[in-house]
């Protein structure tokens, strides 16, 4: 009914006021602005365009939050797949690491075995 009553006003401001437009109401006696029933049906017509506009309007609104819904899923989605990849990168450069610690040149088989051989013949030396 708001909705009616603001179509009316709207109606009122667009409509040029003339003298006589302010006559006195057949039935009750009141001065005051009365509207040709060419105005009245236009109103009428506008109220109802004025009813589809509001639902319009809510319908909108709500597919506005859905999308701001679906902006924040995305962001926290987007948050996950980054902590996802640092822990990634992490754990790649931690295994880099332990590669490299395990081709350290004191941990050479070759390094052992030599060693291993010059110490045999060095006591076999000097046991004889």
Request: no cysteine; charged share 20%.
């Amino acid at each position: 009914m708001p909705a009616l009553w603001l179509a009316i006003f709207m109606q009122a401001q667009s409509t040029p006021v003339t003298p006589s437009l302010f006559v006195e109401h057949p039935e009750t006696g009141e001065m005051g602005m009365w509207l040709p029933s060419e105005y009245a049906r236009d109103l009428y017509r506008r109220a109802d365009k004025v009813h589809l506009l509001e639902e319009k309007l809510q319908l909108l609104e709500q597919r506005d939050s859905l999308f701001l819904q679906q902006v924040e899923a995305l962001q926290k989605a987007a948050d996950v797949d980054t902590e996802m990849l640092m822990a990634v990168s992490a754990s790649e450069q931690e295994a880099r690491q332990e590669i490299g610690h395990l081709r350290a040149w004191y941990r050479s088989p070759i390094l052992w075995f030599a060693l291993g051989v010059v110490s045999a013949g060095t006591i076999a030396i000097l046991v004889r």
